[in-house]
């Protein structure tokens, strides 16, 4: 079945640092990326959606400078969390779509903590 | 815009007895629905999807949902729930009733399996 590697699974970074989250998607095409951030006991939030070699759209409220979102190839798209600041920590995940029925595919997440 | 509801933020059963956990949503199109489970700290796992073939949806794990589109509503039920059933569920819907849209959440229902 359709796999999407996240990394890393957790992190701790400093407040006022850069954080560098990956999704590649393992044995299919993403022509879609989705990225989701989850607060505890809470569901999932779009912030943004990308389509490889375009820009990312984002939702409304999230800031784009912040949350930089690339998606240069079919099964890399990466989520830097700029300037992080302890509000920022959360669950990070990824999901990828790919056009050929493997539907939407989510990565294990990424646990962030600000400090 | 797309709206997903599940009834119910808890829902405990004992071992052995029906799982149900329902969701309502609201699309102006036909809608593809997802159901999928979430277990702690990590991704999403589809369980089943409707795509507007057949209404009573199999998946995995013995999960199954049926489409009604009179009461606009994708119920998951289990017949016999385990202790591996414990975790988090989340009905979602695609916006524009099409595959690669973005997903619609509902809020989740977290299943606790009594012994």
């Known amino acids: 079945g359709a796999v999407v590697s996240q990394h890393p699974s957790w992190v701790i970074c400093k407040s006022g640092t850069s954080v560098k989250i990956e999704c590649r998607s393992l044995?299919?095409?993403?022509?879609?990326m989705f990225w989701y951030r989850q607060f505890p006991k809470q569901s999932l939030m779009l912030m943004a959606t990308?389509?490889?070699?375009?820009?990312?759209?984002?939702e409304q409220g999230v800031e784009k400078d912040k949350f930089l979102i690339n998606h240069a190839s079919l099964t890399l798209s990466t989520l830097t969390v700029t300037s992080a600041h302890p509000e920022d920590s959360s669950f990070y995940i990824c999901?990828?779509?790919?056009?050929?029925?493997?539907?939407?595919?989510f990565g294990s997440g990424t646990r962030l903590t600000v400090v | 815009a797309q709206s997903v509801t599940q009834l119910g933020s808890h829902v405990s059963v004992s071992e052995g007895a029906l799982v149900l956990l329902r969701c309502n949503y609201s699309?102006?199109?036909?809608?593809?629905l997802f159901w999928y489970v979430q277990y702690p700290n990590q991704g999403l796992q589809l369980l089943l999807k409707?795509?507007?073939?057949?209404?009573l949806v199999k998946g995995i794990n013995g999960f199954e949902a049926e489409f009604k589109k009179s009461e606009t509503s994708f119920h998951l039920t289990k017949p016999s729930a385990h202790m591996s059933d414990a975790a988090e569920y989340f009905c979602?819907?695609?916006?524009?009733?099409?595959?690669?849209?973005?997903?619609?959440f509902g809020g989740g229902t977290r299943v606790l399996v009594k012994p």
């Open positions: 999901s990828a779509h790919d056009r050929y029925g493997y539907g939407y595919t």
């Open positions: 044995d299919f095409q993403a022509t879609t």
């Open positions: 990308s389509n490889e070699g375009s820009k990312a759209t984002y």
């Open positions: 699309s102006s199109v036909p809608p593809y």
């Open positions: 409707y795509t507007s073939a057949a209404t």
């Open positions: 979602a819907v695609s916006e524009g009733g099409a595959a690669g849209n973005k997903l619609t």
